[in-house]
């Protein structure tokens, strides 16, 4: 697919561009149809009739547990892989995710801040998800201070300062995590594995609203995203603002990790297998790939949490250590090609 192709208004009618649109359709499918299934999948198998009729036990285990972790899941996943595309396609590395900015470093240290001062106590998930986003937040601001000269950004800035920044925020991690009370340690360990639990639906219905919100405005800037891929000065002479939108793919990225990573535990390796597989195997262009790596990475979250419900079953594996099996020798055999 040529450059030109990549930057034009829209996908047109060749062959590579119906294949696109084939692999879209695909990829929603898949994410329709895991938001189907997965909630069946478990240590203990549910009755179909039993649900559809609303009988008990099946259906409060559907409805109260199952469901709503598969949602969870979906739509964490998508946005680790969304937000993973976004920071790949600014740096222009497809290893970069967004723990090498500083971003899930920072939100994790205001998790572990919220629960070190007993915020999951007194206010539930609502406190570790604002502590989460305050610790992100500020990272964002020290990470874009960092990294402008003169009112310039550029992408090795960015990187340099989210590389430092997420060591610091992780030697404050463990510090905090060594000081801390018993209780207090056991939740913090258990929250930095990375796992999807049961959720209240009304924190549920707000995140994924804001997940969608920003997937859509940073989807609906792809073109912007090819322009960038080629090169800052190719993205200035087609009319690309590329500090502008340095800004906001950093901003746009945190978010969608942060708010995932108050909710979940940071889970790594999503937003770096996903993005990779879909710019090898189906299309660099991010007018394909950023919406494909949303569902796919959806698909792929939900499924590894429904694969820990059963692999040792009655007991759990989270999530996170899921995916790492997956990330780290699919990341191993990636330097090894590399």
Do not use: K
Request: with cysteine; hydrophobic share 55%; net charge positive.
């Amino acid at each position: 697919m040529s450059v030109e192709s990549l930057v034009g208004p829209g996908l047109q009618a060749g062959p590579a561009e119906r294949r696109a649109r084939r692999w879209i359709a695909a990829s929603v499918a898949a994410f329709c149809a895991a938001a189907i299934v997965l909630p069946f999948i478990g240590p203990s198998p549910l009755d179909l009739s039993r649900v559809w009729m609303r009988q008990e036990p099946d259906w409060s285990i559907f409805v109260q547990l199952r469901l709503s972790r598969t949602l969870l899941g979906l739509f964490a996943g998508a946005a680790l892989a969304l937000g993973g595309s976004v920071f790949q396609a600014m740096l222009r590395d497809a290893l970069a995710t967004p723990d090498m900015l500083g971003v899930s470093s920072g939100a994790s240290l205001g998790a572990v801040v919220a629960i070190a001062l007993g915020w999951h106590l007194a206010a539930g998930v609502s406190g570790i998800w604002a502590g989460a986003l305050g610790g992100a937040a500020a990272v964002l601001v020290l990470v874009v201070v960092a990294a402008t000269r003169q009112r310039d950004m550029s992408a090795h800035g960015l990187l340099l300062a989210g590389v430092a920044t997420n060591s610091v925020c992780w030697a404050l991690i463990l510090l905090i995590h060594s000081l801390s009370g018993l209780s207090q340690s056991f939740a913090i360990s258990r929250w930095l594995i990375g796992s999807l639990d049961a959720i209240d639906y009304r924190a549920l219905a707000v995140f994924v609203v804001a997940v969608v919100v920003a997937a859509i405005l940073v989807i609906r800037r792809a073109r912007q995203w090819n322009l960038l891929a080629v090169g800052d000065a190719w993205a200035g002479t087609r009319g690309g603002d590329v500090r502008q939108l340095l800004r906001f793919g950093y901003i746009a990225g945190s978010f969608l990790a942060a708010s995932t990573v108050a909710l979940t535990g940071p889970i790594g390796f999503v937003g770096l297998v996903v993005p990779h597989l879909v710019r090898v195997r189906i299309s660099a262009d991010d007018r394909v790939l950023m919406p494909c790596a949303f569902f796919f990475g959806g698909v792929l979250l939900a499924s590894c949490d429904a694969v820990g419900r059963v692999i040792l079953a009655p007991a759990e594996v989270p999530a996170g250590a899921i995916t790492a099996c997956i990330g780290g020798p699919y990341l191993l055999w990636l330097l090894r090609r590399r």
